[in-house]
């Protein structure tokens, strides 16, 4: 813990001397726009201060080798989170008009923060002011091929309708934040901004119960996962493969689908995270488009497994066009599509139907996988996992008998085990009785229609 204390202490000494660094490319900005006396001809003359690469902060400059410019756009877009009344010198008014600096850029803050927001004008005032020539050389820094967008480090907010590219908002992202600040980057937080859950369970891969088939399926899955990479980069096919693995898991509820996914993330050490549809989904044209972006946007550069659970809703088969709003849901379709199959890491979709997804889905899946109900033999393992030690068995249960007899899936026998122990603990027993797991099965049955 001391290291680490020391570490932050460290990084934040780095920041005090980069914030530093930066005040006084800001003031120098200003008193060349203004022809005040300066002791720089211009803002580069100011030499940014050494970082320490054993820092996080250092690291991250050391590994992206920032140029000057790089640094100071990264820096402005960092400053609101960090020393945020560094910027209000912004707020100044021309006394020409009595309103803002238009060449400032910036947007005032909304609701509870109501400091200056720079913008992309802003961080192009800094480092050319009214130079036109170098206002272009510097566009690249916010073009969709320059790794500040493609590792979304920075990102310029949209604009308005109709309003100048560069007025859009300089944005990091809260894991960027972290990672240069603390070190410690925090797992997104569910809301309607991060509509997905991350999975989790404490059973272990030698406890999920397969079918044979289903199992040497998933094993791919998992081949891909601990050697895509080599696959792509040492032997040389990512100029003819497409990035990442996408799987569609199908079959009846109950039979391990989100089990799966949750274990392979757990076994190669990625996070899943559930999408849930239902904040996803809108009636709306074009926000489900927006809601799932924001989502591959947060996982694009981490690795995660998105798992998409009944995911019929979202990916279903395109209708036949009769109007305007089936023209936009299978646009919807289509843009899903693309995101899919671009996205680097693993995508899994689950249904309980196969035949329910669009087929422009189903063919570029690298696996299709059937997971069926349970056989006599893994329904029985199942009621052992689920009744092992210290649960003790009344001596008339005999869960060999039980497993033959009655087919349920994996969710429907640990539904069964929740009841028949809560009954065991009610009437203050010892053992699971004959009866109570009976009564459970016979509710499981009532469930899906069936009649034992």
Known sequence: MLNGNLTTATNATVLEAELDWFYRVLDTRLKLQFGHHCDFAAVEDVTPPPTDSETMYGNFVSHYRLNFAERVVFVLA????????????????????????????????????????????????????????RRFALMPLFAADHFFSRHAIV??????????????????????????????????????????????????????????????????????????????????????????????????????KTLTATLLGKVTDRDVYRIDLSLVVSKYIGETEKNLEKIFQQAEHKEWILFFDEADALFGKRTSINDAHDRFANQEVSYLLQRVEDYPGV?????????????????????????????????????????????????????????SQYELSGGAIMNVVRYASLMMLAHQGQAISRNDLLDGIRKEFQKEGRTM
């Open 78 to 133: 960092l400053v609101p989170h960090l020393r945020p009344q560094l910027l209000d010198v912004f707020f100044a008014r021309n006394g020409d008009n009595n309103r803002a600096f238009t060449e400032f850029g910036g947007h005032r803050g909304q609701g509870g923060y109501q400091g200056f927001q720079p913008t992309g004008e802003t961080a192009l005032f800094l480092l050319a002011g009214e130079d036109l020539g």
């Open 155 to 256: 990102t310029l907010e949209p604009a308005g309708r109709h309003e100048p590219f560069l007025s859009g908002i300089l944005t990091l992202s809260r894991e960027i934040i972290d990672l240069v600040t603390t070190g410690a980057v925090r797992k997104p937080i569910f809301s309607v901004d991060f509509p997905a859950k991350r999975l989790e369970t404490a059973i272990t891969w030698g406890e999920l119960i397969l079918d044979p088939h289903t199992m040497a399926q998933v094993m791919e899955i998992r081949t891909w996962m601990e050697h895509g990479e080599t696959l792509l980069t040492t032997l040389g096919l990512g100029r003819k493969l497409k990035p990442g693995y996408r799987s569609l898991f199908h079959g009846p509820p109950g039979t391990g």
């Open 347 to 403: 995508v899994i979709l689950a249904s309980n139907m196969r035949d329910n997804l669009d087929d422009a889905f189903t063919r570029r899946f690298q696996s299709i996988i059937h997971f069926p109900m349970p056989k006599a033999a893994d329904r029985l393992q199942l009621w052992r996992n689920g009744l092992a030690r210290p649960i003790l068995l009344a001596d008339d249960l005999d869960l060999g008998e039980i497993a």
